[in-house]
């Protein structure tokens, strides 16, 4: 997947896209220590949500979640942001 924005164009790798009862979910799972910040959540999640829509997929914003295996929260794409 691709997010394509004037002359930029940033390649999108979810880890996961799960489709339960035609309900589609991109999940991004981070096994390091550290994982990412806040900052770099909110851009990784709102570019997967992006190239999703490019792609026509039909995920919804909130179907779209950044794992921490370090982490018992989940982050999800909280709102759609114009670019």
């Known amino acids: 997947m691709k997010y394509i924005h004037a002359n930029v164009t940033v390649s999108v790798f979810p880890d996961l896209l799960i489709d339960e009862e035609g309900e589609k979910t991109l999940i991004k799972l981070d096994f390091t220590q550290a994982g990412a910040t806040d900052e770099q959540i909110e851009i990784m999640l709102q570019l ?15 179907n779209v979640i950044y794992i921490n295996a370090r982490s018992d929260q989940p ?9």
């Open 48 to 62: 997967m949500y992006e190239a999703a829509v490019a792609e026509d997929l039909g995920i919804k914003p909130k």
């Open 75 to 83: 982050h999800r794409c909280s709102k759609i942001k114009k670019t």
